[in-house]
């Protein structure tokens, strides 16, 4: 089954870290992102820009609509993502949970529905 790992961030916690913390997440990633694919568990993965970069797409009554920034108001921003294949929604916890950015924030683990039947 696959997971998707998305990891949430903040300005205010990115910025309270120090440049040593900022390079032990990265290098926390990295080796995360290794052992994924060493076990063939690793299917994708990404950083995101920054939120002001985001345009949120709506279409009502056939017109749309294009507005700056997410969606959501909230202070945590979607900052990146890994989709994971895992035996089980516990497999995904544990490795959402050796993601250093959920020390920080949060990292949420999502089932990826099967698209052949949109059955999960």
Same mark, same amino acid.
């Given at each position: 089954?696959? !997971? ?15 440049? =040593? ?16 694919? =060493?076990?063939?568990?690793? +299917? ?8 002001? $970069? $985001?345009?949120?797409?709506? +279409?009502? %009554? =056939? $017109? ?20 994971? =294949?895992? *035996? *089980?929604? *516990? ?7 050796? /993601?250093? %950015?959920?020390? !920080?924030?949060?990292?949420? +683990?999502?089932? +990826? /529905? %099967? ?6």
């Amino acid at each position: 089954m696959k !997971y998707m790992l998305l990891i949430y961030s903040n300005p205010e916690s990115w910025a309270s870290l120090s440049a =040593e913390q900022r390079e032990g997440l990265s290098r926390a990633h990295q080796s995360l992102g290794q052992e994924l694919i =060493e076990k063939g568990q690793f +299917v994708s993965g990404a950083g995101l820009a920054d939120p002001i $970069t $985001t345009r949120t797409v709506q +279409v009502h %009554d =056939e $017109t749309m609509s294009v507005t700056d920034g997410p969606y959501a108001e909230a202070k945590e921003h979607l900052a990146g993502f890994y989709l994971i =294949e895992c *035996d *089980d929604v *516990d497999q995904a916890i544990a490795y959402a949970a050796r /993601m250093p %950015d959920a020390e !920080y924030v949060a990292v949420e +683990v999502r089932p +990826v /529905m %099967d698209m052949s039947g949109l059955e999960m």
